[in-house]
């Protein structure tokens, strides 16, 4: 999977960048700025935890653009999150799935 420069969620258009500096002083992999519409990842880290946090932040990223941010406070929404970036990275890894060119 590459990690692309920008992702469309609904209506907004959300950056993608590297920076492991700026995540450092937090110790975490990757970080969403919903207002900023900017996901930054830590460049540093091995590519599959990279391909993990990029999910990671994509998902919080859709869940803030509906309706189950209103749900889900923001423990349950970390718990969520974490568990479906990595499932749904080994489904897609293990099944080799490409959406790109499916058909019925």
Known sequence: MKIPKT????TKT????FDG????????Y?????T?????????QKIDMLQVAFLHELLHAIV??????????????EKVVT????DLLLVI??????FRNMTK
């Open 83 to 86: 568990q479906l970036a990595e």
């Open 36 to 44: 900023k519409q900017k996901i930054i990842l830590d460049k540093t």
């Open 64 to 77: 803030n653009a509906g309706a189950l941010r209103k749900e889900l406070s923001n423990d349950i929404e």
């Open 93 to 98: 890894k293990e099944n080799q799935l490409d």
């Open 30 to 34: 990757g970080r969403v700025y919903h």
């Open 7 to 10: 992702v469309k969620i609904k």
């Open 21 to 28: 500096e700026a995540l450092r002083d937090d110790d975490i």
């Open 14 to 17: 959300y950056s993608i960048e």
